[in-house]
């Protein structure tokens, strides 16, 4: 039964209807309630549909849950500031910054190793996917384009930090 939803929460978060697919998350978050995957892809579902303040509790939880989670922390950041609780985006964003993979630029939960990726780049070319596909969706899976957006990410968390200091 997860499975299925998983799928179902995927196929609907991919249309965009996040209000569709936050009802499946939800029902997933129900039957597992340390299902942190569930529970960050419902908080995204939340800030997709501007319910910020549903959206930075459970993102909180997750970044709580995941505590090396770059994607969790700067989503808990985002969020933060989303609801102009500036202080707490702050710490969120200190803490991100702080992250060994943040320091080196290459974000651990995204590294794609390059066999996998040219595997991908295969299947994506068969005409069944191609058009099922975005063209640009596996490229933003190699480094380069992981690097640039960490590193716009960067500059973005250092001028907040600067501005709320």
């Not at 939880?61 to 994607?71: G, I, N, Q, R, Y």
């Not at 933060?80 to 803490?95: I, S």
């Not at 990726?117 to 596909?133: A, E, G, H």
């Amino acid at each position: 039964m997860a499975l299925r939803l998983q799928m179902q929460a995927a196929r609907l978060y991919g249309r965009r209807d996040y209000a569709g697919a936050g009802l499946k998350f939800e029902q997933l978050v129900a039957l597992d309630p340390t299902d942190t995957f569930a529970s960050y892809m419902l908080a995204s579902c939340f800030e997709q549909q501007g319910r910020y303040v549903e959206a930075l509790r459970l993102a909180e939880e997750v970044a709580h849950l995941w505590p090396d989670s770059l994607a969790a922390i700067q989503s808990a950041g985002r969020l933060a500031v989303a609801v102009q609780d500036y202080d707490k985006a702050a710490q969120y964003l200190r803490r991100a910054l702080a992250l060994p993979e943040v320091q080196v630029e290459i974000p651990k939960e995204i590294a794609m190793p390059k066999l996998l990726l040219w595997i991908l780049r295969v299947l994506v070319s068969l005409p069944i996917l191609r058009s099922r596909v975005r063209r640009d969706a596996v490229n933003q899976l190699e480094r380069g384009s992981q690097a640039m957006e960490l590193q716009t990410w960067k500059r973005w968390a250092l001028e907040f930090l600067a501005w709320h200091a």
